[in-house]
């Protein structure tokens, strides 16, 4: 359980390839429903979408009736199969936003709009906007860092 614990930690700071190696020792450990379903988690994060399809699948066997692993499922499977769909692309993004790969959600949600999908050109806006904000806090966390003068030691 510790493994699967720390996995979820990792997740949520972003270390996806963190997060991939406690899930798959978590796996080693107690081959359970939960431990597959957040390793497929990851590498579908990663766009190792034949190992999240693999993942997912065993999860299923052992929990047939959970329904997150059978949509996360069916969306590996959409975008292993037509990567440039818009309607894929789109969800893709929605995904890429919700891990903080912003850049990369981006240029997804674009593919989606141009593509069709109108209701993307909100998410390109919000993504856009939260790119922004985090460029201007680095760039003011920098410019704090270069005004504040370190203090001579006596």
């Not at 963190?18 to 766009?47: C, D, M, P, W």
């Amino acid at each position: 359980m510790k493994c699967l614990e720390q996995g979820t930690q990792k997740l949520e700071e972003n270390d996806l390839h963190g997060a991939k190696q406690l899930y798959k020792r978590s796996v080693e450990i107690k081959r359970n429903a939960s431990s597959l379903f957040n390793l497929g988690v990851t590498h579908y994060h990663l766009k190792e979408f034949d190992d999240a399809i693999a993942a997912w699948k065993e999860s299923i066997e052992i929990q047939p009736d959970s329904p997150d692993t059978h949509t996360n499922l069916a969306s590996a499977i959409a975008v292993s199969l037509a990567p440039k769909d818009p309607e894929i692309a789109f969800n893709l993004a929605a995904v890429l936003e919700a891990t903080g790969q912003l850049e990369e959600a981006l240029t997804y949600y674009k593919h989606a709009k141009e593509h069709g999908v109108e209701r993307a050109a909100m998410h390109i806006r919000n993504v856009s906007a939260k790119i922004l904000g985090k460029t201007m806090a680095r760039a003011q966390a920098q410019e704090e860092q270069s005004e504040d003068p370190k203090k001579p030691e006596s």
